[in-house]
């Protein structure tokens, strides 16, 4: 989650990359999607663009997981191969608005849901995920009754530790994982030290 991207930019060039999975259902708003970077939407109401304007989304998404560039230079200078930290990785971009804190805030939630609508499989309600759980309306979906613990899968269980408060991980149930999360996000929002 950043500003925007530039697809066409060549640490995003998808060679070596593998199709993203078969039960991906990522969405691409504007073209330049590839089997690199996999999803461009924006979060940001009316007509914007995930489309890179200012380069901020594409430095640091190409920082984290930019593709192989050989040749890669500044200026004349430190000739070499660049790439990013995970550069076999897919990419997935979502525009928000980092001027306007409550509209991030607000947001969240909807981004949160987009993001794993697009990359989990629906578990049954005995095995909660965060799509089917506590970020769409309370009670709806899931009680604590029915999502004791909060899973993304059989294989996966999200234990809550905030490293202040609670700092030993803890097992509770899935609405009440999704309370400790929004309410760390706000924190962390809040927080002018940061």
């Known amino acids: ?3 925007e991207i530039t697809p066409g930019h060549p640490s995003f060039n998808d060679n070596g990359i593998p199709a993203p999975p078969s039960r991906w259902e990522g969405k691409c708003e504007v073209a330049g999607c590839s089997n690199k970077l996999i999803v461009m939407r924006s979060f940001v109401g009316g007509e914007s663009s995930p489309v890179d304007g200012m ?3 594409t430095h640091t998404s190409s ?3 930019g593709n192989s560039v050989d040749n890669a230079e500044e200026f004349g200078m430190a000739n070499g191969t660049a790439r990013g930290v995970a550069p076999l990785a897919h990419l997935a971009m979502y525009k928000i608005d980092q001027i306007f ?3 991030i805030v607000k947001s969240l939630r909807k ?3 987009g993001i794993l609508q697009e990359s989990e499989d629906i578990s049954s309600k005995k095995e909660c995920t965060f799509r089917d759980c506590g970020l769409l309306p309370p009670g ?3 009680t604590p009754e029915i999502c004791p613990t909060m899973t993304a899968s059989p294989k996966y269980e999200y234990r809550w530790a905030d490293g202040v408060q609670i700092k ?3 097992e509770v149930s ?4 999704v309370e400790f999360l929004m309410d760390w996000i706000e924190s962390q929002l809040d927080d002018e030290s940061i």
């Open 63 to 65: 920082t984290a997981s």
């Open 174 to 177: 899935a609405p009440k994982y």
């Open 111 to 113: 981004i949160i849901v």
């Open 101 to 103: 804190r409550n509209f």
């Open 1 to 3: 989650m950043d500003t």
């Open 168 to 170: 030993k991980p803890i």
């Open 55 to 57: 380069g901020r989304g």
């Open 140 to 142: 709806e979906f899931c």
